[in-house]
């Protein structure tokens, strides 16, 4: 009873989508019939309207005396006895022609009309049904001109069987092409339903089946399918970060909690509580600055400031970054040089290009052998422009160059820092189309920027 009930909305939906896809092809064909029929008698109308238009032009341009002649040959060539030709004097008596006597029409009109006529010429007829001109010719007298409509009604009534015989199979087809699309049309909603109810539910590896040769529905599930894998993605990396802060923020919250418990047992006087709070800040100050660079590396992988990129001189940005660790470089005794030749401007955000540059300087000046050289050097080269900064020591072992990428890994312990300076370059990198390079032998790590388009 319950699977039927669940099944009664399927049913439902099939038949809302299959009557509205049923009645639209209906509506259709009605609409080809109706305007089918109306030109077969609009063409019918404007064949006979030319036709009388152009015996009145004729007899207007004959002369009088050679009208009866002409009259007489036109209704001899007439082999199907449909036409009516009959000239009038002015008073309206028959002057020649196959009709006895003048309908009731308006003489000089500018189009045709249906009328009765009584014909002299068709034998066992009295009186006939026909689309009729009477106009006024040079002289005085009035030219009768027009057509039975007993084989235009024949045609008519014909093209009326052909249309019904072909309009009855063409309503049936299109009641069941409407149902069978509209059941095709409700399957596939449903099958999004139920997908995207899963989805709701955590089953986020859910995907809608996508046929080898899609059609307009299937192209639609494969966009819904790359919009959900991005989706599924992006959940990922903020489960990521949560988990990352949490794995890393554990071990110090621990230590700090034990420092101020261990110094609040043990201080004695107001100057120890002090050091106590100050040490206390300290470490929330490093865990602080943590959450805050994993959170700018989560902005950055979003892609979401590339809507403020801008031409960026390049060498002025490098020159910027030498300056800003010179003083940090002479306070560890290293000698930086700085080699910076003019570039082609590069597309990008200024303030974060300095910031990659910077962690690169951050990074050869602390692990860098103690009283060495860094060198900074920007050139131009045919696939663009290469930022390279190198120390004297070792650089970074290959088998560990795909990790140092990665939040919070830290190939050497000895040194302060939360493993997250190379990550927010290559995040930085990856916004920018860059390209984060190490050299095969020695410490340069280089950012490759590709040409500039136009």
């Given at each position: 009873?319950?699977?039927?009930?669940?099944?009664?909305?399927?049913?439902?939906?099939?038949?809302?989508?299959?009557?509205?896809?049923?009645?639209?092809?209906?509506?259709?064909?009605?609409?080809?019939?109706?305007?089918?029929?109306?030109?077969?008698?609009?063409?019918?109308?404007?064949?006979?309207e030319a036709a009388v238009a152009a015996d009145c032009r004729f007899f207007a341009a004959t002369p009088p005396a050679e009208r009866r002649e002409e009259l007489r040959e036109m209704l001899a060539r007439d082999i199907h006895r449909d036409r009516f030709l009959a000239l009038f004097d002015a008073r309206g008596a028959l002057i020649d022609g196959n009709v006895a006597r003048l309908p009731a029409l308006p003489p000089g009109g500018e189009a045709s009309a249906i009328a009765t006529v009584a014909p002299t010429q068709l034998p066992?007829?009295?009186?006939?049904?026909?689309?009729?001109?009477?106009?006024?010719?040079?002289?005085?007298?009035?030219?009768l001109t027009g057509f039975d409509l007993d084989d235009a009604e024949d045609a008519l009534r014909i093209?009326?069987?052909?249309?019904?015989l072909g309009l009855l199979p063409g309503l049936a087809l299109a009641i069941g092409v409407g149902l069978v699309a509209g059941r095709r049309a409700a399957r596939q909603v449903d099958t999004v339903r139920q997908v995207t109810a899963r989805i709701v539910a955590g089953a986020l590896d859910e995907r809608l089946p996508v046929p080898q040769r899609p059609d307009s529905f299937g192209l639609l599930a494969a966009h819904i399918n790359a919009m959900l894998d991005r989706l599924q993605s992006l959940v990922?990396?903020?489960?990521?970060?949560?988990?990352?802060?949490?794995?890393?923020?554990?071990?110090?919250?621990?230590?700090l909690r034990a420092r101020i418990e261990r110094g609040m047992g043990e201080a004695r006087d107001a100057a120890a509580f002090e050091a106590v709070a100050e040490a206390a800040l300290v470490e929330i100050d490093q865990l602080l600055g943590i959450v805050a660079a994993l959170l700018r590396v989560r902005e950055l992988e979003d892609h979401a400031r590339r809507s403020r990129f801008a031409p960026v001189d390049l060498a002025r940005v490098a020159a910027d970054a030498c300056e800003l660790y010179r003083p940090t470089a002479?306070?560890?005794?290293?000698?930086?040089d700085c080699a910076i030749a003019a570039v082609d401007p590069v597309e990008g955000d200024a303030s974060l290009l300095i910031e990659a540059i910077a962690n690169l300087l951050d990074n050869?000046?602390?692990?860098?052998?103690?009283?060495?050289r860094v060198t900074l050097s920007l050139r131009q080269v045919a696939d663009g422009v290469v930022v390279t900064v190198a120390d004297e020591g070792a650089g970074v072992p290959v088998a560990e160059r795909a990790l140092v990428t990665q939040r919070f890994y830290r190939g050497r312990h000895d040194c302060d820092g939360a493993g997250?300076?190379?990550?927010l370059v290559r995040a930085i990198a990856d916004l920018h189309g860059f390209t984060l390079r190490f050299a095969d032998r020695g410490s340069a790590v280089s950012l490759v920027a590709p040409p500039r388009r136009s």
């Open positions: 009873m319950s699977s039927m009930f669940r099944a009664d909305p399927r049913r439902r939906a099939t038949l809302r989508w299959g009557g509205a896809i049923a009645g639209l092809l209906v509506v259709q064909s009605l609409v080809a019939a109706a305007i089918f029929w109306a030109l077969v008698n609009a063409s019918h109308a404007r064949e006979v066992g007829k009295s009186s006939d049904v026909a689309r009729l001109r009477l106009c006024t010719l040079p002289g005085g007298e009035r030219l093209a009326e069987r052909a249309l019904l990922a990396d903020v489960r990521g970060v949560g988990d990352d802060i949490a794995h890393q923020l554990r071990t110090p919250l621990t230590r002479e306070d560890r005794g290293v000698d930086l050869a000046i602390k692990f860098g052998p103690p009283g060495g997250l300076g190379l990550s």
